[in-house]
């Protein structure tokens, strides 16, 4: 099982689509985040999983918070995936899977990377985690979490 509500995570860097080094740190001292791990770029439940994120952003936006997408791609493979669907915010590349590790992001079926979304606040706390394989609810549960936040 991973983080759990009321838990810190663990501050990360890690680099973007366009080659530019993101920290978490940074950006969630001034915004919650919204992170949703993936198992692998332009496959059908990850792409709906994404696109739920790209259709919202702006409400995501207007409740203060940033939203990113992180799996084990390459910068290339986020690229190619962020241009093709036009995704508004950053998806970060963790090709050692250290950040999944600290998020204790389990495999599901032992081999598929798992697929969890979480809304950490400006403490670094963890206020929301949801762990389904199907893409469904992902957004909408970190939107109600948000909301609940405001």
Do not use: W
């Not at 890690?14 to 978490?24: R, V």
Request: charged share 30%; net charge positive; glycine share 6%.
């Amino acid at each position: 099982m991973g983080l759990k509500v009321g838990d810190k995570i663990s501050d990360f860097t890690l680099k973007d689509q366009h080659g530019e080094t993101f920290s978490s740190e940074d950006l969630r001292k001034k915004k919650p985040l919204v992170i949703f791990f993936y198992p692998k770029d332009n496959t059908s439940e990850c792409t709906k999983q994404a696109c739920s994120f790209r259709d919202n952003y702006e409400d995501f936006m207007e409740l203060g918070a940033e939203v990113v997408g992180i799996s084990a791609d390459s910068e290339k493979s986020h690229t190619r995936f962020a241009d093709k669907y036009q995704f508004p915010f950053k998806l970060l590349s963790d090709t050692d899977n250290k950040v999944r590790e600290s998020f204790k992001v389990k495999k599901s079926l032992l081999v598929v990377p798992g697929r969890e979304t979480y809304v950490v606040d400006t403490t670094g706390r963890v206020r929301m985690v949801f762990n389904s394989m199907n893409a469904n609810g992902h957004m909408k549960r970190a939107m109600n979490a948000l909301k609940e936040m405001a």
